[in-house]
């Protein structure tokens, strides 16, 4: 051994009697963590003093002077590779025996200024956002250096693109969130992850705000039972979305950014919240929408989901409805009719309203849409004859689509010549091709009237060709009243057969003679189409006749109250 080799004896002095053994050593390093050093054997082994003496600094309690521990040697490159991969661990646990140095106080601090301090920079916390840059890449782990002397690790198995490729490489700078600082080890992740550390992470998210991931892994009365990595959280189902959850069941399975709103009985109690999210990213969206946003602009949106009562729109992080009177010209029952979730379509702006309920946008497709009256008010006017389909039936008539889009209504009365309609279905049916004939255009309110039965022409436009006085007819009793009988003689003529014209004698009533339904043969008695009046008569041909040349005659029921011209009787049966 040369001189140079020689240890160095530590500096001693005398035990007294009656002086407790002295402590181990104990390492003081530069962030105040305890390290032991092993007391006899440093002593007393023999060290190998390097040209610049490296270390930590040591005070040996028993002496109270500083001493210089020296690392041990280093691994080789592969064995250091192999250990950081499977366990990325700072240091081991165990102490290690090592050679010291003794020396006075001055010498310590010489060696310090030649070189021996700590690096400096400030200890990543969790929740941290920090760049790094990658510098080596095993199987299992990778290692960041993050600058000043601080080194971290990540997972590879938690940085896999959609290819299945790593994404993590040698060289790669990139940001990275400290998710776990634990037994000195700085663990980096892509976003902060309850896989490791989970509790303390939870709680740190719940302190900073940070979102976490998780996975909606069931429901439950109330809410649902979201997965964070390994922690279960409550999410209520009112925090699951910003509008009301008609179907919870379609949230299973999927994964979302969730808010951690409490943490109770040391972790055993998590509540999340995904809509507080939403409902910041929405506010966010409206004030930079709102900025721009202008009544009356048209602009591109998506369908986001669908009501009875229209569609929701989502037009650049805003939402507005499209009532189902706005989808389009034609009307519909379900705004499914004509959209569907997801569908991009065009909209125009018609309010922007602030409620105490929030913000509200009302939108219209129809008004992006060519006017379809518009391009038909050039076939569709008064008196025109047309050709439609029997869109829909209500109570008071029939809707008949006459144009694209366009559509008009025939009202009951104007359905048939020969009978009174009660209901539209006793004369047509949804589908059905008809012949109509326009009655009137209303443009402003978008109406139009029209007519089956002027369509089919005016049977009483030839009556007086088709029926003269003394013809023979038939027909049945449509009605019967104490002035006399109807007598429906088909083709849309209904004539009068009246109480002084069947021959009853005293105070007996036509209820006496006919019952309803009944087929009656008659002559006929005049026929005035201008007035669309025609009456019977049960006398002979002669008496026909007579009464002819007589004039038109005013019927009574007998008694002494004058009930005006067949006309008048007409038109009071029918009002």
Same mark, same amino acid.
């Given at each position: ?8 004896? =530590? ?8 002086? =407790? $053994? ?30 610049? =003496? ?19 040697? !280093? ?67 990778? /290692? ?6 601080? $080194? ?79 922690? &279960?959280?409550?999410? =209520? ?24 709103? $409490? ?19 929405? !506010?966010?969206?409206?004030?930079? &929408?709102?900025?721009?946003?202008? $009544? ?80 038909? &008010? ?50 047509? +049916? ?36 088709? /029926? ?50 009944? +087929? ?24 026909? !006749? ?8 005013? /019927? !009574? ?19």
């Amino acid at each position: 051994m040369t001189d140079e080799e020689t240890p160095v004896e =530590p500096i001693v002095r005398k035990k007294d009697a009656d002086e =407790p $053994e002295a402590p181990t050593p104990v390492d003081f390093a530069d962030d105040g963590e305890e390290a032991v050093v092993a007391p006899a054997a440093a002593a007393a082994a023999p060290a190998t003093p390097a040209p610049v =003496p490296t270390g930590r600094r040591v005070v040996d309690m028993a002496t109270h002077n500083p001493q210089l521990v020296r690392p041990p040697a !280093a691994a080789p490159p592969e064995a250091i590779l192999q250990e950081r991969d499977e366990r990325p661990a700072a240091a081991a646990a165990e102490p290690v025996g090592v050679r010291v140095q003794a020396g006075s106080l001055e010498d310590f601090e010489a060696l310090l200024a030649e070189g021996g301090s700590a690096p400096s920079g400030a200890r990543p916390e969790v929740g941290d956002r920090v760049e790094g840059t990658v510098t080596s890449v095993g199987q299992k782990w990778a /290692y960041i250096d993050l600058g000043a002397g601080s $080194e971290g690790v990540a997972r590879t198995a938690d940085f896999i693109d959609r290819n299945g490729d790593q994404e993590l490489v040698a060289g790669l700078s990139r940001a990275f969130f400290v998710v776990s600082t634990s037994d000195g080890t700085v663990t980096l992740g892509d976003q902060l992850s309850t896989r490791e550390a989970v509790m303390d992470t939870i709680e740190t998210a719940a302190e900073s705000g940070v979102p976490l991931s998780g996975r909606v892994a069931s429901k439950n009365k109330g809410g649902f039972e979201i997965d964070l990595g390994g922690a &279960m959280a409550f999410c =209520p189902i009112s925090q699951i979305e910003l509008a009301f959850t008609e179907d919870p069941d379609q949230h299973i399975g999927r994964s979302y950014q969730f808010r951690v709103m $409490e943490v109770r009985d040391g972790g055993r109690s998590i509540v999340v919240s995904r809509a507080e999210l939403l409902r910041e990213a929405q !506010a966010q969206a409206e004030q930079q &929408m709102l900025a721009t946003l202008e $009544e009356g602009m048209t602009l591109d949106g998506t369908i986001t989901r669908l009501a009875d009562f229209g569609a929701f729109v989502d037009i650049g992080g805003v939402e507005g409805l499209i009532h189902v009177s706005e989808l389009g010209f034609s009307r519909v029952e379900h705004p499914s009719e004509l959209v569907k979730q997801g569908e991009r379509v065009r909209v125009k702006v018609l309010k922007i309203e602030q409620s105490d309920r929030g913000l509200r946008i009302g939108l219209s497709m129809k008004e992006t849409m060519e006017d379809p009256w518009e391009a038909a &008010m050039g076939v569709i006017f008064a008196g025109a004859k047309l050709t439609g389909t029997v869109n829909r039936l209500e109570a008071f008539g029939a809707f008949v689509e006459v144009a694209p889009n366009v559509e008009g209504l025939v009202h009951v009365s104007e359905m048939s010549w020969e009978k009174h309609v009660k209901r539209p279905s006793d004369i047509v +049916s949804v589908g059905q091709v008809v012949s109509v004939e326009v009655l009137d255009v209303d443009l402003i309110r978008h109406r139009i009237a029209l007519s089956l039965k002027e369509s089919a022409g005016d049977p009483w436009n030839t009556a007086s060709e088709a /029926y003269v006085p003394g013809q023979e007819v038939s027909g049945s009793v449509e009605n019967i009243e104490d002035f006399g009988a109807f007598i429906n003689l088909g083709g849309g003529i209904t004539a009068l057969l009246p109480r002084s014209e069947m021959g009853l004698s005293g105070s007996a009533t036509p209820h006496a003679m006919f019952t309803r339904g009944d +087929s009656v043969s008659a002559r006929v008695l005049s026929v005035e189409p201008a007035r669309r009046r025609l009456s019977l008569t049960l006398k002979s041909a002669e008496d026909v !006749a007579d009464t002819v040349n007589e004039g038109p005659r005013t /019927y !009574a029921d007998g008694g002494s109250t004058g009930l005006g011209t067949l006309g008048d009787l007409l038109k009071d049966r029918f009002k």
